[in-house]
């Protein structure tokens, strides 16, 4: 028995490593979990191209968005472990949603880690007429007013809300949350003046920052970000510690191969190594993770890492999306 069990052990490892070999023989499916044209799928599209190249097989672009990026992530986890099915995860849908939904699945157990990505910190944005000129004035003015002003979310109980009132819980004061299906309409409104402020990522907002189009407060990070230097880091408005970053990685169903987890991160690395890549995605205002972070083992580090720090934190607001 003890043989028989040893030579199917072997036999698969034969298989596994045959697979691996020729891998890829057929086109990829990189799912992204939020609609066309958002941050998030620009880094899809722009890695797809790169990928395309090194793998010789196409990389295909698959948006499946609803419920806060789980509809996506979902698939995800019921596709075959091949190899010709992952999918990028970001902040939000990896460390948020499996406090605030209840999930068929399990982000620290039921996936492969590929590759940690790119991140894009979290601005304090308002509508440009706000009388708020800074973020102590910003703070000061809530304090003064409370539940005066509006905050733009991104559905209920995602990112944009918990950013929010991890803010809230942190500077004593307190706003109304007004839900948006997706973060088109929600900035729309913020320029229009129905809504007073929004919690949104950089790489989201940059544009409107840009072209004065809405006011920006600060980056919810340690340092001043580089595609909006006039903008100052939380850490320079007297609330020090603030941070909320949008990183995004990429992972396979369970069980895909490891040889196959390391052609795909290998194509993955020579693409963020390319100037061309990174030129483009920090036009998406997005930053590469340094060289020696973007390894499958540093992916799973640094996600369990957010998981320890924000899961206690999310549980304390007691926030569900219904």
Same mark, same amino acid.
């Given at each position: %028995?003890?043989?028989?069990?040893? =030579?199917?052990?072997?036999?698969?490892?034969?298989?596994?490593?045959?697979?691996?070999?020729?891998?890829?023989?057929?086109?990829?499916?990189? *799912?992204?979990? &939020?609609?066309?044209?958002? #941050?998030?799928?620009?880094?899809?599209? +722009?890695?797809?191209?790169?990928?395309?190249?090194?793998?010789? !097989?196409? +990389? +295909?672009?698959?948006?499946?968005?609803?419920?806060?990026?789980?509809?996506?992530?979902?698939?995800?986890?019921?596709?075959? /472990?091949?190899?010709?099915?992952?999918?990028?995860?970001?902040?939000?849908?990896? +460390?948020?949603?499996?406090?605030?939904?209840?999930? /068929?699945?399990?982000?620290?157990?039921?996936?492969?880690?590929?590759?940690?990505?790119?991140?894009?910190? !979290?601005?304090?944005?308002?509508?440009?007429?706000?009388?708020? @000129?800074?973020?102590?004035?910003?703070?000061?003015?809530?304090?003064?007013? /409370?539940? @005066?002003?509006?905050?733009?979310?991104?559905? =209920?109980?995602?990112?944009?809300?918990?950013?929010?009132? $991890? &803010?809230?819980? @942190?500077?004593?004061?307190?706003?109304?949350?007004? #839900? $948006?299906?997706?973060?088109? #309409?929600?900035?729309?409104?913020? %320029?229009?003046?129905?809504?007073?402020?929004? &919690?949104?990522?950089?790489?989201?907002?940059?544009?409107?920052?840009?072209?004065?189009?809405?006011?920006?407060?600060?980056? %919810?990070?340690?340092?001043?970000?580089? !595609?909006?230097?006039?903008?100052?880091?939380?850490?320079?408005?007297?609330?020090?510690?603030?941070?909320?970053?949008?990183?995004?990685?990429?992972?396979?169903?369970?069980?895909?191969?490891? /040889? *196959?987890?390391?052609?795909?991160?290998?194509? *993955?690395?020579?693409?963020?190594?390319?100037?061309?890549?990174?030129?483009?995605?920090?036009?998406?205002?997005?930053?590469?993770?340094?060289?020696?972070?973007?390894? #499958?083992?540093?992916?799973?580090?640094?996600?369990? =890492?957010?998981?320890? @720090?924000?899961?206690?934190?999310?549980?304390? %607001?007691?926030?569900?999306?219904?």
């Amino acid at each position: %028995m003890r043989k028989l069990i040893y =030579a199917a052990m072997f036999a698969a490892s034969l298989v596994g490593g045959a697979t691996a070999q020729t891998y890829p023989t057929r086109p990829i499916t990189i *799912i992204a979990p &939020f609609p066309a044209g958002g #941050p998030l799928d620009g880094i899809a599209r +722009v890695l797809g191209e790169s990928m395309h190249a090194s793998l010789g !097989q196409p +990389v +295909v672009v698959e948006n499946v968005a609803g419920a806060g990026g789980n509809l996506g992530i979902g698939r995800l986890a019921r596709a075959t /472990p091949d190899g010709y099915t992952v999918g990028i995860g970001q902040w939000s849908t990896q +460390v948020v949603n499996p406090v605030t939904y209840s999930l /068929p699945y399990d982000v620290l157990k039921d996936f492969e880690p590929v590759a940690l990505l790119t991140i894009t910190p !979290q601005l304090i944005i308002a509508r440009k007429d706000f009388p708020a @000129k800074d973020i102590k004035e910003l703070v000061a003015w809530l304090k003064a007013n /409370p539940d @005066k002003a509006t905050a733009a979310t991104v559905g =209920a109980a995602g990112g944009a809300q918990v950013s929010a009132m $991890y &803010f809230q819980q @942190k500077t004593g004061t307190t706003f109304r949350f007004v #839900p $948006y299906r997706g973060g088109g #309409p929600a900035i729309l409104d913020l %320029m229009a003046g129905r809504v007073d402020l929004m &919690f949104d990522q950089a790489a989201n907002a940059v544009g409107h920052v840009r072209s004065g189009s809405v006011k920006a407060y600060a980056v %919810m990070s340690k340092k001043r970000w580089s !595609q909006l230097p006039d903008v100052p880091a939380i850490d320079e408005s007297g609330t020090p510690g603030l941070y909320v970053d949008y990183w995004h990685g990429m992972w396979a169903p369970k069980g895909t191969p490891k /040889p *196959i987890i390391a052609k795909l991160n290998a194509a *993955i690395v020579h693409a963020l190594a390319d100037p061309a890549v990174r030129k483009r995605l920090a036009e998406f205002g997005h930053e590469v993770f340094p060289a020696d972070q973007q390894s #499958p083992e540093a992916l799973a580090a640094y996600h369990k =890492a957010e998981t320890e @720090k924000w899961w206690p934190i999310v549980r304390a %607001m007691n926030l569900h999306a219904q």
